[in-house]
């Protein structure tokens, strides 16, 4: 009987690793209806032509993103980027839940919620219980051991992840990170999703930060940390690396865009797991504290 259910299971794999090679439709659930999940639902149904489920408990949330959704696809009607026809089918595919539950019969799973660990661990337990063996459960964090989550579920194996950069339409990239028990099927499986929705793929050891915010994050932190120490306005310090530095955005334009809670999560992560090298700017964790998280919500070193 054990090596029936091996067996089985093997198989399943097999064919999941078709089905995505092939192009055929699978099932996805995406957790959390916010910019993340609900770009990432976007592009699954469109791109990878993949019937998705977004979930999230928050009705009001899953008003917005399916509001969010409709505005997509309008913006696209009219540039012409997509025709009635192919919109009208992507949206089709899209099914909003208030429910893990509704994850039992999926293929693969996309969390993104914030950067909170805990928050994480418990999504994942659940997960664990409810969706079938075979299905493979991926991460959006931007920093958290993907090693340290998977420890939550019975299938360290089948836990990856799949960061996502912001906006999800928009941007190319997706690093791919592998915990210490992520299996090279897995892995396999995950890059050829990515590749079916259109995404470029790096990958990165499971450290914290990953490659991108490893990088990014702390060049935020500078910045914010150099108007809490009056080095220039924060108009003229987003000038200078605009202007002076060809970058395509100021660094507090771009943490406000980012969230500067989310900022401030990353910089916790880094600062615990690496040391006092990356400890956040008090001015940092003070607009967190004022509920000035960026443009989310109107203010944050700019106001919108």
Known sequence: KHIARMFTRSLRTVCASRSLQRGYAIKIGVIGSGQMGTGIAKVAITTAKAEVLLMDKDAQALARADKFVDGLFARELSKQKITQELATEARARLTLVDNLASFSDVDFVIEAVSE???LKASIFSELDRICKPEAILASNTSSISITRIAANTQRPDKVIGMHFMNPVPVMKLVEI????????????????????????????RDIAGFIANRILCPYLNEAIQAVYEGL????DIDKTLLLGCNMPMGPLTLADFIGLDTVLAIMNVL??????KYKPSPLLVRYVEAGWLGKK????FFQY
């Open 297 to 300: 919500v109107g203010r944050g």
């Open 177 to 204: 990170i592998s915990g210490i028990a992520t299996s090279e099927e897995t892995k396999k499986q995950t890059l050829e999703l990515a590749a079916s929705m259109g995404k470029v793929t790096t990958e990165s």
């Open 271 to 276: 600062h615990e797991e690496l040391g006092a």
């Open 116 to 118: 909170n660990p805990d």
């Open 232 to 235: 220039g306005t924060v108009e």
